[in-house]
């Protein structure tokens, strides 16, 4: 067994808030195809996969080849927007990516996100430096609860999956994260969403300065902050 440990980092809801973004770049993308949808719609597909959405949204009229060109239309879009507007890490992050950071923990970004997304969104908040792997859309078959795409960012950065912890804002993707093996940090407001999750919080300043460790080292779950 690894002796190392390893934070693996979903990214949408968890290091940054980019709900707004998403949106826009859908509401954008959508009226030039003369499809019109609301912030309902919207926020009942947020994580899905892109095909999956516009299949949703489309229905018949979702043929491959205009699925896969509204889909690229909306994250380039959606790059546009992060470069333009800029975008800031959740409460806590920077301090806690940081601080994992100097300690030498391990630490990987796993994502249903497009590669150039990810990219997009770390260089812009000048952390592409910090992590040592990432993990996207294009790295994986099946998407969260499936915990492949946590197996693959625990194998990319070299530390067993009984020495990870993974930082999520979904029910989704705790489920893949006890999958592969591994402990959890839920962050969000939803604490009954988030409830298998081995540790819940609000925002992640508001864990304790041993929180990975301890989660990590003790065997039982830790008690959730509210």
Known sequence: MSTNRAVLWDMDGTLIDSEEF???SWQLTLQDEGIPITRE???STFGQR???IISLWLGSKATAERAARISESKETMYRHLVRRDGISPLPGVADWVRRLHGQGWRQAIASAAPRAN???VLEVLSATHIFDAVVSAEDVHRGKPDPEVYLLAAARVGVAPVRCVVVE????GIDAAHAAGMRSIGVGKNSKRLAGADLVVRSLDLLNSDAFNTLLEQGSPAVANC
Do not use: P, V
């Not at 804002?169 to 989704?172: C, K, N, P, S, T």
């Open 22 to 24: 998403h949106w826009k």
């Open 41 to 43: 719609q919207f926020l």
């Open 50 to 52: 892109n095909d999956s």
């Open 118 to 120: 990810i990219e997009t």
């Open 169 to 172: 804002d979904a029910a989704a």
